[in-house]
């Protein structure tokens, strides 16, 4: 798969939170809108992108899910940001939630499976 910008992991992970609570893991642009507070055609703007890298199944002006690939991309970048979280409190020892989220959502993007697992790796030795 090609290089996938940040936004667009920002939008499958939005569209798989929603997902868990709906019937077939449909959701409507106007409910990724609410979350993410922007317009619904900015919204409209990113399904076509993402529909185009084939991580979504969806046509204009109506519901969407994710697809397989769409699916694992959301959780990769979810599972990221969990282990950097849990990096960020039980070993560097930071408190401000605040500021570990932050950072969280911005390094998600950027680790592969390798560093996430090393990381994952170093959080259990350190909690043995």
């Known amino acids: 798969m090609t290089e996938i910008r940040e936004s667009y992991e920002d939008y499958l992970k939005v569209i798989y939170f929603i997902s868990k609570n709906k019937k077939g893991g449909w959701v409507s642009n106007l409910e990724i809108s609410k979350i993410l507070k922007v317009k619904p055609a900015s919204v409209s703007e990113m399904l076509y992108k993402l529909r185009e890298k084939d991580l979504i199944d969806w046509k204009p002006r109506k ?20 282990v950097l979280k849990e990096f960020f409190i039980n070993i560097l020892k930071i408190t401000d939630l605040d500021t570990i989220d932050k950072l969280c959502c911005k390094i998600e993007h950027h680790i592969n499976t390798d560093i996430s697992r090393a990381l994952r790796e170093l959080i259990t030795e350190v909690a043995d």
């Open 63 to 82: 519901l969407l899910r994710l697809n397989s690939a769409g699916k694992d991309l959301a959780l990769k970048t979810i599972n990221n940001n969990l």
